[in-house]
């Protein structure tokens, strides 16, 4: 029987910033135009972080029932060791989604963009079939580019427009710098496991690009915040002081550069995740009282 603390950890903490950074970001946006709300933000915080969980557990039950975790280098999988039954697992990834789906479905209903509904079936099925189907998405290379989109595009804008009723520059420059952080910490996990991946058949992005081309793409990404910064600090000087963010990228940048592989790649994903919640925090702070 798993512990507490191994379910936490199956939860996978590390990837809480992805769900936590685009709805500070999506919210200072939305302050920035004058109409944040922060009962509807608590409420988008309550389904990116139910989403983030579920789709943790869905990746950990269907990656496990498979075998592709047998020789999983880094957190604890919970299948895959055998510390719970595949089928709690399930039922936890269900129950998490089933909660972002009850939380989205109030917040859809109490801003009043009803075709919201779609958006949020949308989120819920790519959180399922990253892993979770026959032919997972997941498995085809396609994890990173659905992690730009859903928490990057969708939950910044998405965030923004339950509370303004609108999108506006700012709040798109703040998605991609976002989706290009969240993808960076899918990025890094798939870098570490390329050996892993290959092994089992499974075609990450990572797997598709080689070690090197993996490397330079993560490097991208990192330049594509900052890029944002400049942006949004035409129109709004303040915001040009998330580039401080920098400063925690200098470590997984030298590990990455470094070629660095197996063990030594898992405190990248941690590192890059507070780089982006530094970068949202500050942007959004600056937005809302700069």
């Not at 923004?160 to 420059?173: E, I, L």
């Not at 993996?214 to 035409?234: I, N, Q």
Request: hydrophobic share 55%; aromatic share 8%; with cysteine.
């Amino acid at each position: 029987m798993a512990t507490i603390a191994e379910w936490i950890e199956g939860a996978r903490p590390r990837t809480l910033p992805n769900a936590i950074a685009p709805v500070l970001a999506g919210t200072g946006a939305a302050a920035y135009a004058g109409d944040a709300s922060p009962a509807y933000a608590a409420l988008a915080l309550i389904v990116a972080l139910a989403l983030i969980i579920g789709v943790n557990f869905a990746n950990d039950y269907s990656d496990g029932i498979r075998g592709t975790d047998d020789r999983r280098v880094g957190p604890v999988r919970l299948v895959a060791t055998g510390l719970a039954a595949p089928t709690s697992v399930r039922a936890t990834a269900l129950s998490s989604l089933v909660v972002a789906c009850i939380v989205g479905a109030t917040l859809v209903v109490l801003s009043g963009h009803l075709w919201l509904f779609a958006v949020g079936a949308a989120c819920v099925a790519g959180a399922w079939f990253y892993t979770g189907s026959a032919k997972p998405y997941g498995y085809a290379g396609f994890g990173e580019p659905a992690v730009f989109v859903f928490f990057g595009l969708v939950a910044v804008l998405g965030t923004m427009y339950v509370q303004a009723g609108t999108v506006s520059p700012t709040a798109v420059a703040c998605a991609v710098a976002i989706g290009a952080l969240s993808a960076a910490v899918l990025l890094a996990n798939n870098l570490r496991d390329i050996r892993s991946d290959s092994a089992v058949g499974k075609r990450t992005l990572a797997v598709r690009l080689g070690d090197a081309g993996t490397r330079r793409l993560y490097v991208a990404l990192l330049v594509l915040p900052f890029v944002a910064s400049l942006l949004v600090g035409t129109w709004h000087p303040p915001a040009t002081f998330a580039v401080v963010s920098a400063l925690l990228l200098i470590a997984p940048l030298r590990t990455v550069l470094g070629r660095h592989t197996g063990h030594a790649l898992v405190p990248v994903l941690r590192d890059t995740g507070l780089a982006m919640l530094l970068w949202a925090a500050v942007t959004a702070t600056a937005l809302a009282f700069g």
